[in-house]
Structures are given as C-alpha cells and as structure tokens.
C-alpha cells in the first residue's frame, strides 16, 4: 500500500486549519496544522512534508518569509498558499518562489483538494485515478461494508455526502448508481461495490436530478 501524503496546514485561524485538515483528510491526506511560522519551520525541519498550505498572514511571520525559508532548507516540498487578502503583485511574488497554487478565503472544499492534487502532482492523468476517484470509491466502500451507512446513503441521498470532498457529478452518480460513469472516471468496481450500486438501481427509488435527488415515498 502506498504511504498517505503528509500535508502541513499553517493558518492562525482556527476554523480554518480545522477545516482543511478535515477536508483534506476526508480526501486521504495525513494532515498535521501549525498556526505559527515558526512552528511550521520547526515541523518541517523534523518531518518529511509532501506539501505545505500556508496562510499568508501569519502572527509572528510573513507568509512569504515562511515560503523563503522553506525553499531554503526543503526545496522539494511543495506549496499552496491561502489567504483573505489577496493581490496580483503577491500572487506574481509567491509564483517567482516556487509556490504551486494560490488560492483566496473563502474556498470550497473542491478548491483546496484541487489546488493541493495540482501541487502534489496526483491531478488526473488518463491512466490514474485521481484524489476524487479515489474518495468515491472510499464512499463505496463504507457503503458496501458498513449497513447503517449504506442504507442512510441510499434512502436520504446525497444529504449523506455534505461532508466529502466531491464534485456534484461524483454525488449524483453514487446516489443515483450510476456504474457507467463510476467505472469510467475510477476505474473497475470490486463485487461488493458493484452490488450496492445495484441495489440503487434495482429499489428505484430515486426521483430528480442533480443533487436534488431523494427518495420517493
């Protein structure tokens, strides 16, 4: 099995760290956060970060300050830089040192997950499933291995799905057992994950479209 790419989220916002290390790990990212500069620095200096997502105020440093530092003495980290106050002339700064993506409060879930696969390089190539592939065949799983799951997800919908990362196409597909397009964008299902879906489309229970879809009584 390959190791989870480790992550380090540095923001002085507690909701905010909170956030994307909830989002982030609902995508399979191991997530630690710092909310210091110089806390992210020390961690860095002791661990193997795949990727830093940092803020670009931060209390004791400035964000690019903390970029610099970071090229200096982990230049092959990568790193997405988030903020509520955005510029060009910071944007064009943060591109000439290397950062990968930048991105402005307040984001979506889709925008983090996105900006981090990109920086990570794991954005979908023909051939490799991508950070969204692989989160929906983790909703299939629990899906198909855990009952009280399965039968919320298949009788309230996509209601189910508000706190995973997934794109409003990926929802309606699983809610609705669209093996078709779930084969097609993740790759061939295992039996168990292809029965549940069956069991989507055998109940017919499901009326709408988009991710207005709900049972019918």
């Known amino acids: ?20 290390r909830c989002i982030l790990a609902m995508a399979g990212y191991k997530v630690d956060t710092a909310a210091t500069g110089q806390d992210a620095l020390d961690r860095a200096a002791g661990e193997n970060f795949d990727l830093v997502v940092a803020d670009l105020r931060l209390p004791d440093l400035d964000g690019m300050e903390l970029v610099r530092t ?3 003495k982990r230049p092959a980290v990568a790193v997405v ?17 290397g950062v990968s993506e930048y991105i402005q409060k307040p984001f979506t879930p889709e925008q983090i997950t996105k ?11 023909p051939g490799r499933p991508s950070i969204e592939a692989n989160l929906v065949r983790k909703v299939l799983k629990l899906a198909s291995s855990d009952k009280k799951f399965g039968q919320r ?20 597909a699983i809610v609705s057992g669209d093996i078709v397009w779930i084969e097609k964008e993740c790759g061939e299902l295992s039996s168990d994950e292809r029965n549940w879906l069956e069991r989507c489309l055998e109940a017919e229970i499901w009326v709408g479209s988009d991710l207005g879809l709900k049972a019918s009584p």
Not at 1 to 20: F, H, N, W
Not at 115 to 125: D, H, N, P, R, Y
């Open 1 to 20: 099995m390959v190791a989870a790419r480790k992550i380090l989220v540095v923001d002085d916002e507690p909701i905010v760290a909170k956030s994307c």
């Open 70 to 72: 970071l090229r200096s």
């Open 81 to 97: 830089i988030i903020t509520g106050y955005g510029s060009v002339p910071s944007a064009v700064e943060a591109m000439k040192l």
């Open 115 to 125: 900006a981090v696969s990109i920086a990570l390089g794991t954005a979908k190539e």
């Open 153 to 172: 997800l298949l009788y309230e919908g996509s209601r189910v799905l508000c706190g995973f990362a997934l794109s409003p196409e990926a929802k309606v």
